[in-house]
């Protein structure tokens, strides 16, 4: 049985958005393997400076001190 035209399109664009979406998951993860693949003092300074260590997110969590830090 033929696929129709607009089923294909349908499956192609579906198994595009999964792409982007795993090289987005693969981006995390190299990510957090670099910052852990990082010296034990560097990492201090992250987890000082308010980013989490196993996750990735887009900005900081508050401190006291980004504000002049930042500036």
């Known amino acids: 049985m033929a696929r129709s035209h607009d089923s294909i399109d349908t499956e192609i664009d579906t198994l595009w958005t999964a792409t982007h979406e795993v090289e987005d998951?693969?981006?995390?993860?190299?990510k957090i393997h670099d910052v852990?693949?990082?010296p034990l003092w560097k990492i201090?300074?992250?987890v000082l400076d308010g980013w989490p260590l196993r996750r990735v997110?887009?900005?900081?969590q508050w401190r006291p001190w980004r504000r002049w830090w930042t500036s």
């Open 44 to 46: 201090a300074l992250f």
């Open 25 to 30: 998951r693969l981006r995390a993860v190299e």
């Open 57 to 60: 997110v887009k900005q900081p």
């Open 36 to 38: 852990l693949d990082s």
